[in-house]
T-cell receptor, first 115, second 117 residues
Framework: AQSVTQLDSHVSVSEGTPVLLRCNYS??????LFWYVQHPNKGLQLLLK??????LVKGINGFEAEFKKSETSFHLTKPSAHMSDAAEYFC?????????????FGTGTSLTVIP | DGGITQSPKYLFRKEGQNVTLSCEQN?????MYWYRQDPGQGLRLIYY???????QKGDIAEGYSVSREKKESFPLTVTSAQKNPTAFYLC????????????????FGPGTRLTVL
């Protein structure tokens, strides 16, 4: 069975400090892993994607994520938060089964950036 | 300017009325998806389509219907049978991968917020 757990529903950081958004997954197969960002009343924008190449994945806007198979984790980080990073972040697992890509979404982490 | 468009951005309907949400893409993507998003929850799959004139039910298809008459269009109808239709609806699409399978990456439209009064 596949599932995605985002360990924090809300994270608050001060502007200029590091961001850590945590994601754990379970999958019976080799998954593809994604982080998406959603600003209020907007669609989801792809931040980055892992597909079994390098375990450290760099995305847009200075975000990166590290795939750790032993910990079944795919945490999202950024060295220095910016006010524009305030948004909802979703961790997503994609698994190819029965000829279809199945997508599993975490429940989201709301990031607040304090000036 | 390529992308996925959803219209309208905000939609209000009276209880008991059917309503159709539009999703159009000019990315030449083969697969299209409809999701529903409720506060504090992840996205839940309503319907998806990998090719024209074919679509499959997702996890919460009851009370919804779709059609895929054209590659670029995948409209969603929220019927009166849907018991709690007020939500944010997101459409997504995926291209075909280099091996002929649907890509594992989805691209999302801006969403339609439906409120049933």
């Amino acid at each position: 069975a596949q599932s995605v757990t985002q360990l924090d529903s809300h994270v608050s950081v001060s502007e200029g400090t590091p961001v850590l958004l945590r994601c754990n997954y379970s999958s019976s197969y080799s998954p593809s892993l994604f982080w998406y960002v959603q600003h209020p009343n907007k669609g989801l924008q792809l931040l980055l994607k892992y597909t079994s190449a390098a375990t450290l994945v760099k995305g847009i806007n200075g975000f990166e994520a590290e795939f750790k198979k032993s910990e079944t984790s795919f945490h999202l980080t950024k060295p220095s938060a910016h006010m524009s990073d305030a948004a909802e972040y979703f961790c997503v697992v994609s698994v190819w089964t029965l000829g279809v890509n199945q997508f599993y979404f975490g429940t989201g982490t709301s990031l607040t950036v304090i000036p | 300017d390529g992308g996925i468009t959803q219209s309208p951005k905000y939609l209000f309907r009276k209880e008991g009325q059917n309503v159709t949400l539009s999703c159009e893409q000019n990315l030449n993507h083969d697969a299209m998806y409809w999701y529903r998003q409720d506060p504090g929850q992840g996205l839940r799959l309503i319907y998806y389509s990998q090719i024209v004139n074919d679509f499959q039910k997702g996890d919460i298809a009851e009370g919804y219907s779709v059609s895929r008459e054209k590659k670029e269009s995948f409209p969603l109808t929220v019927t009166s049978a849907q018991k709690n239709p007020t939500a944010f609806y997101l459409c997504a699409s995926s291209p075909m991968g280099h091996r002929g399978e649907v890509s594992d990456t989805q691209y999302f439209g801006p969403g339609t917020r439906l409120t049933v009064l």
